[in-house]
Nanobody, 123 residues
C-alpha cells in the first residue's frame, strides 16, 4: 500500500513558475511508477507526466512538454512537478498517483491517488 500527499499548490501569474510535491509513504513506494494528473472544473482528469521507479524514463502530455518536468527523489520518496511558463489553461487540481506494475499514462491503471492540490494561473 502507498499513501500519497501533495503539497505546494497556489496562485501564480501567467508566465510564472511553480513547483508542487508529492510525498509517497509505504515500504515499497520506491518501486512504483509515479505520475501527475490534473482535473479542471467540468473536465475529465487528464494525464500530465509520469516517471518510472528508477527515474530514468519519463513521459509528458503534449500540452506540457518543454514546460514541465517530473523529478523524483527515491531517497526521500518524493516526486515533484516543476512547472514553468504557466498558462491560465494549466489551472486545475493536480493529483499524484502511483502504479505498481507498468509505466503508463492511463489514469485507470493507477492504483493509488493523493487528495490533490489546487494550482491557479491568473491571466
Amino acid at each position: 500500500q502507498v499513501q500519497l500527499v501533495e503539497s505546494g499548490g497556489g496562485l501564480v501569474q501567467a508566465g510564472g513558475s511553480l513547483r508542487i510535491s508529492c510525498a509517497a509513504s509505504g515500504r515499497t513506494a520506491r518501486s512504483y511508477a509515479l505520475g501527475w494528473f490534473r482535473q479542471a472544473p467540468g473536465k475529465e482528469r487528464e494525464f500530465v507526466a509520469v516517471i518510472n521507479p528508477s527515474g530514468t524514463t519519463t513521459y509528458y502530455a503534449d500540452s506540457v512538454k518543454g514546460r514541465f518536468t517530473i523529478p523524483r527523489d527515491n531517497t526521500e520518496n518524493t516526486v515533484d512537478l516543476q512547472m514553468s511558463s504557466l498558462k491560465p489553461e494549466d489551472t486545475a487540481v493536480y493529483y499524484c498517483a502511483a502504479n505498481r506494475y507498468i509505466l503508463t499514462t492511463n489514469r485507470n491503471e493507477f492504483d493509488y491517488w493523493g487528495q490533490g492540490t489546487q494550482v491557479t494561473v491568473s491571466a
